[in-house]
């Protein structure tokens, strides 16, 4: 049964730097692209880093410098860096998986382009 699990999470005030990770089993990870998402009220659900096979990884503009993505396959663990929080950073934030292309890329950076997802941990920045 694939499993993606999020704990963490939660309350934050500005320039914070929590970390959120994504435990992740009954599938191969190591083959897998892994992504954050992140959903903020009254918005759809957008990407914000994502981590290949390889392991490249890419950053939406709003958190490049800020965020840190990486994998541990050994323990099956995806974890995100978070720094310099700012109140817009406010959202749901979900992981996501999906099987790395004959390059061993992520398929794309859209929602639909992923197989596999988290329930979501909420992060809330204050002033």
């Known amino acids: 049964q694939v499993q993606l699990v999020e704990p963490g999470g939660g309350s934050v005030q500005a320039g914070g730097s929590p970390t959120l990770r994504c435990a992740s089993s009954?599938?191969?990870?190591?083959?897998?692209?892994m992504m954050w998402f992140r959903q903020a009220p009254g918005s759809g659900r957008a990407g914000v880093a994502s981590i290949d096979r390889l392991p490249g990884t890419i950053y939406a503009d709003s958190v490049r410098g800020r965020f840190i993505i990486s994998r541990d396959d050994a323990k099956n663990i995806l974890s995100l860096y978070m720094h310099n929080l700012i109140p817009e950073d406010t959202a749901m934030y979900f992981c996501?998986?999906?099987?790395?292309?004959?390059?061993?890329?992520?398929?794309?950076?859209?929602?639909?382009?992923?197989?596999?997802w988290g329930q979501g941990t909420q992060v809330t920045v204050s002033l």
């Open positions: 009954g599938f191969p990870s190591a083959d897998f692209c």
């Open positions: 996501a998986a999906a099987r790395v292309t004959t390059l061993g890329f992520c398929p794309g950076w859209q929602p639909q382009d992923f197989n596999y």
